[in-house]
């Protein structure tokens, strides 16, 4: 199925890397070394060329005097030297080795692979993320440092996930009779550009591996000694929403989960209820937006769940596994009430200058005031001849972290706000200086808008947990749980 399997840092080192079949009269370290480099360099510096499109570079700046740096250069129409644009590398492509390389990305890392025959891309991607998803799982959290510290654990349980590049245990609690090396725990570094909310984090312990573990002092912890009984519980909801140049929803889409992670003793059976008006197809009008009941268009639960009460009571009874799990998946379309709304508008200077444009841009939060958009990130894609930008920022005081600049090298501009408080709305004011005469086919360069954001303690759907209780009157057994809802951006875009 797969020739190889490779772990790759944000710089490209490699972490971890495992051949299951080479090619006869190969070596594997040489080609391990080149190949893994070359696929980084492919994905670091991808620059949107299909492999066999005529005139490709197939050979990925392995010749001798090829440019293997961040920026590449090309000729334009009039003989003019003008940088490639760069933009994310598919995650399944071909290389000139004849292999079809295929990634996942974690936490900053590379989880990769090679196969040489035909194999279906989603098994192989699906077969990355579940690898991904039990080193999570035994090692407590995934970064650098665990995976370089428990390299050895990690090896094993790839023997037990993998066999001869085949799949074959690939379930967290079904690993836990064949893995003897236990796990070094190391401290979780905060990600304070991620960060959502300290009072809404979730506390340390999520971050606790599925087995007995050795921090980094040498001292061994077991789970059973002075752990609390808890359970985790995520609401993640990605929005996907289009906007007009007038404000008006053209097209949105909620993706949604609930996630847990159980550290309960005795791993006894748990009861959700989620809302009694739930229902599952869409809205009769086609607008949920205002709708007193809460409609999902379809929904799909994990394989442990019973759904014997499910129909009257809305209600799921399962024995939690292993590590983190996703309970349910659910997705609703049509119109819901978009918690921003975005207002552009483009004019000539005011002095009546033909090379100079102003932008403004109204951003109105749509949120309940108790509640804010966290990590606000809002990009505007300039024309190519813009040499230069002024910006300015009408904000309320409420506002935290607000910050506007014109990226020249990526002829955008990135308006940043750490906190934007609900029931308020934030103007952004640019002045832009043309290389030439503003045509309607330079107005065309701008955009989209591009906006990325987090809301805690928030949901868009109305989908909310009545309660999570176990299921059997256990005396003296009295559960921590752990709640979060969480809305995020996937792609919320508008048009100009």
């Known amino acids: 199925m ?3 399997f490779f772990i790759l840092s944000p710089r490209g080192d490699t972490i971890i890397a495992k051949t299951y079949r080479q090619k006869s009269n190969s070596s594997i370290s040489a080609h391990e070394r080149s190949h893994t ?6 994905v670091k510096f991808w620059d949107g060329v299909a492999p066999g499109t005529p005139g490709m570079d197939t050979t990925l700046g392995l010749k001798s005097g090829a440019n293997t740096g961040g920026g590449g250069m090309m000729m334009n129409g009039e003989g003019k030297k003008e940088e490639k644009k760069r933009g994310d590398a598919p995650p399944v492509f071909v290389m000139p080795d004849g292999y079809s390389y295929m990634h996942v990305k974690r936490n900053g890392l590379i989880f990769g692979c090679a196969t040489e025959k035909n194999v279906s891309p989603v098994v192989v991607i699906e077969l990355l993320s579940k690898i991904a998803k039990v080193f999570k799982d035994y090692c407590g959290t995934l970064s650098e440092e665990s995976i370089r510290k428990n390299f050895i654990l990690l090896y094993e349980l790839l023997d037990e996930l993998l066999d001869y590049g085949y799949p074959q245990v690939t379930q967290t609690e079904n690993l836990k009779a064949f893995v003897y090396n236990e796990p070094i725990v190391v401290s979780k570094v905060a990600d304070t550009g991620k960060m959502i909310n300290p009072k809404t984090a979730n506390a340390s312990a999520v971050h606790k591996p599925v087995i007995s573990s050795v921090d980094t002092d040498g001292r061994k912890t077991s789970l059973s000694t002075n752990q609390k009984n808890e359970i985790f519980v995520d609401i993640l909801e990605r929005l996907n929403v289009v906007f007009s140049n007038n404000g008006y929803v053209l097209n ?8 847990m992670k159980s550290y309960l003793a005795g791993n006894p059976q748990l009861r959700l209820a989620l809302n009694e008006d739930l229902t599952v197809g869409k809205h009769p009008s086609g607008n949920s937006a205002y709708s007193t009941t809460t409609f999902v268009d379809d929904i799909n639960f994990n394989d442990c769940v019973n759904l014997s009460e499910w129909e009257h009571g809305r209600t799921l009874s399962f024995y939690p596994p292993d590590g983190e799990f ?9 119109e819901f009430k978009a918690p921003f709304r975005i ?5 000539e200077a005011a002095d009546g200058s033909n090379n ?4 403004s841009l109204h951003v109105r939060a749509e949120i309940p005031d108790n509640h804010f958009g966290a990590n606000v990130v809002i990009e505007i894609p300039v024309p190519n001849i813009t040499t230069g930008a002024s ?4 904000s309320t005081p409420t506002a935290v972290g607000v910050h506007a600049e014109y990226v020249q090298k990526e002829k955008k501009i990135v308006w940043n706000l750490k906190k934007f408080p609900g029931c308020t709305e934030q103007t952004l004011r640019c002045k832009l200086s043309l290389g030439g005469v503003c045509t309607s086919q330079v107005k065309r360069e701008f955009g989209p808008i591009n906006m990325n954001f987090e809301i805690p303690m928030y949901n868009v759907s109305s989908l909310q947990v009545r309660y999570l209780k176990i299921a059997e009157n256990m005396p003296g057994y009295t559960p921590y749980r752990w709640v979060r809802y969480v809305t995020q951006s996937s792609s919320y875009v508008c048009r100009l």
């Open 252 to 259: 949105s889409t909620i993706d949604g989960c609930i996630q």
């Open 326 to 334: 996703i309970v349910l998946n659910y997705r609703m379309t049509g």
């Open 356 to 359: 100079k444009l102003e932008l």
């Open 37 to 42: 480099e070359a696929f980084f360099r492919k």
């Open 343 to 347: 207002f552009p508008s483009i004019e």
């Open 391 to 394: 910006c300015s920022v009408v």
């Open 2 to 4: 797969i020739v190889n």
